[in-house]
């Protein structure tokens, strides 16, 4: 059985021989100095990601024309471009934000929908050594300013409209609520795409990019050197306490990371066609739907839309009209297909399938089986890669490219390569196996964030304080009777809604800014098609009846506060949350209380709230509820 833990010892040796594989501009002199919690991996190795992902292709004459990214939309329009194009528009682009002022250290936020221009913005800003901060295009205003406001970031791209559902979202309105607070805003670059003939609203730190216009093949810019450890990105992600971190990923431990991982588990070739359904605001896009695919030379396929438009077979007709290799998306996009039936299959060849990714959350052994049997007819490797936005890349997961070993469904194997994963006990005991447990990483890896932005305390406090000398992932997992690891959901405060991470503190925070909320607990109900669900209780303040318009403009508030990915599934209206004597709101009551279970073992409560006071508490909890 391939355990790869054996080659662990050697961890350092292992990262040093896959660096190799990458286009540095100068080699690195030590592998790796580890200040525990820092990693700074390749020390004074130089690199640039934008040069690693096109240039250093396009030195071999016959790439030119392959192709880079093939692109559709729900509406029926469709784009290819090869790697020499890509290659133009990314130096157009990085020359139109030097000329504005975009230099080396300079933080750029990218808010743009899935649409070729928005690799090529990441690209061109890390072909300048800055470094980019991609928010996903569905997050609203307020979450948009408030990582402006972390990044205190100079510059914005955004694009003039976006489309999705057969509806056109004028990202650049959202992008001016934003940024008409945000002090630190110098200028916003608006890329003008060329099926909008709308006027651009213009603010006076706009500066409007016209693909058309601005596209010049004299315009070359060459690639900024960096060092290894200089930030390529900071990518925003929820937590257990206050707002979402600034996660922030390095250039040539992040890229040597990437390029490994998703050789090792999709077996990614030159010649594959490649389809990440996650968009590039989340960790997934960036990883591995734009850095990994693009550094070996892939073609990357990007859809922008809903999945069931224009049909309800519009994914399974891509694969089949693109011909598609390498299919990762999401257990929750899983469920939706089960749901709408096997009849969408009809007449739609699947055969160019040869990996199967699944990502975001746990993949309960029906849909794993499902996936393999309909979209993989059975002669394709389900790859179920676990892994984290702090970890840039995959950690557990089968390896298609390596030793492929024998699928469990529902288990994402073992840890790759260079990754000692354990599963731990409260005193950071190894358990057993068939026990559960923390799953904890005891060495560093080159993938791993170097730090949260403008908070490296923070980041020794949530990540490495809890086990000693191990980075704790938030997440319970056990380990099989063949040593299969299984992840079993989170152990923290946050929730995984269709995937995407939400702290249940930001959800919280946002109840409270109605002016009606007096309190307010927010936990997760398990959902069959979303994995998750947000459901809110909350508390008015004196004199304030419930209504079903404050109902709504309470969902309106979150929607507003974070984006219509948490809006919450219910909100129940009580008079008093159920608190523990020290004043802890008692989540494991809620949560029982939706779901209709047992409140479940007590004795872990802490402060001495005794079981017949925890009974009490839930008895009146559960009378004084109202929806
Ligand atoms: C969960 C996404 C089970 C997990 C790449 C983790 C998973 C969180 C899996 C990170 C998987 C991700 N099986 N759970 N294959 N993949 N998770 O930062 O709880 O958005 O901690 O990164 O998603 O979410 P994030």
């Known amino acids: 059985m391939a355990n790869f833990s054996h080659k662990n010892d050697n961890f350092e040796e292992l990262w040093s021989k896959q660096a190799e594989n990458l286009p540095w501009f100068k080699k690195w002199s030590k592998t790796l100095e580890w200040n525990e919690p820092f990693a700074h991996w390749f020390v004074d190795g130089q690199i640039n990601a934008s040069y690693a992902c096109l240039d250093a292709h396009l030195k071999n004459v016959d790439f030119k024309d392959k192709t880079a990214i093939l692109w559709e939309d729900e509406r029926g329009n469709e784009l290819k471009i090869s790697y020499k194009e890509l290659h133009q528009q990314v130096n157009n682009f990085a020359y139109f934000l030097k000329q504005n002022g975009v230099g080396i250290g300079d933080i750029v936020i990218i808010y743009l929908p899935i649409i070729p221009q928005a690799v090529a913005a990441m690209l061109a800003v890390a072909r300048l ?12 205003a307020a979450a948009l300013k408030d990582r402006i406001g972390d990044t205190q970031a100079k510059f914005l791209i955004t694009c003039d409209e976006a489309f999705y559902r057969n509806k056109t979202i004028h990202l650049k309105k959202t992008a001016d609520e934003a940024t008409l607070n945000s002090p630190s805003i110098e200028k916003v670059f608006v890329i003008k795409r060329s099926d909008a003939d709308i006027e651009i609203p213009l603010q006076p730190c706009d500066i409007v990019y016209d693909l058309l216009e601005h596209a010049n093949d004299q315009n070359i810019v060459e690639p900024t050197s960096v060092e290894s450890n200089h930030p390529l990105f900071i990518l925003y992600t929820s937590g257990t306490t206050g707002k979402p971190k600034g996660i922030i990923h390095s250039t040539g431990g992040y890229l040597t990371y990437v390029y490994s991982t998703i050789k090792w588990a999709f077996d990614i070739k030159q010649d594959s066609i490649y389809w990440c359904t996650a968009d590039i605001g989340w960790i997934t896009g ?34 089949e009209k693109y011909k598609i290799s390498i299919f990762y998306t999401s257990p929750t996009a899983l469920r939706m297909f089960m749901k709408i039936g096997n009849h969408i299959f009809q007449n739609t060849d699947l055969s160019s399938l040869k990996t199967l990714g699944s990502v975001g959350e746990p993949i309960n052994p029906e849909v794993w089986l499902w996936y393999n049997d309909h979209i993989g007819q059975q002669m394709c490797p389900i790859i179920d890669t676990w892994w984290q936005t702090e970890t840039g890349g995959f950690m557990i997961s ?52 170097i730090g949260i932005h403008q908070n490296p305390e923070l980041f020794k406090q949530a990540y490495w304080s809890k086990f000693k000398n191990s980075y704790y992932s938030g997440d319970y997992a056990i380990k099989d009777k063949d040593g299969y690891f299984w992840l079993l959901g989170r152990a923290d405060e946050v929730l995984n809604v269709s995937g995407h991470r939400i702290g249940t503190a930001e959800v919280e925070s946002a109840t409270l800014e109605h002016p009606a909320v007096a309190e307010t607990a927010v936990v997760g109900i398990k959902d069959e098609i979303k994995g998750e669900v947000i459901i809110v209780f909350t508390s008015l303040k004196q004199g304030i009846a419930v209504t079903p318009e404050l109902k709504k403009e309470i969902v309106q508030t979150i929607r507003k506060q974070i984006g219509a990915f948490a809006t919450p599934k219910d909100i129940y209206f009580v008079e008093q949350l159920p608190k523990t004597r020290s004043g802890k709101i008692m989540r494991r009551i809620l949560k029982a209380i939706v779901q209709g279970d047992q409140i479940g073992d007590v004795s872990t409560l802490e402060d001495g709230t005794s079981v017949e006071e925890i009974n009490l508490i839930y008895k009146n909890f559960i009378q004084s509820i109202q929806q």
């Open 286 to 319: 960036h990883s591995y739907g734009v850095y990994g695919p693009l550094m070996h030379g892939a073609t990357i396929f990007m859809r922008e839309g809903a999945p069931e438009l224009p049909a309800q077979n519009a994914w399974w007709k891509a694969i």
């Open 129 to 140: 050594g800055a470094t980019h901060s991609v928010v996903f295009s569905g997050f609203s």
């Open 398 to 449: 089968p390896a298609a490219g390596l030793d492929l070993v024998k699928l469990k469904p529902g288990s994402a194997t073992f840890p790759l390569p260079g990754i000692c994963a354990e599963i731990v006990d409260q005193n950071n005991i190894p358990v057993d196996n068939q026990n559960k447990g923390h799953l904890v990483i005891t060495k560093p890896w080159p993938g791993m964030t």
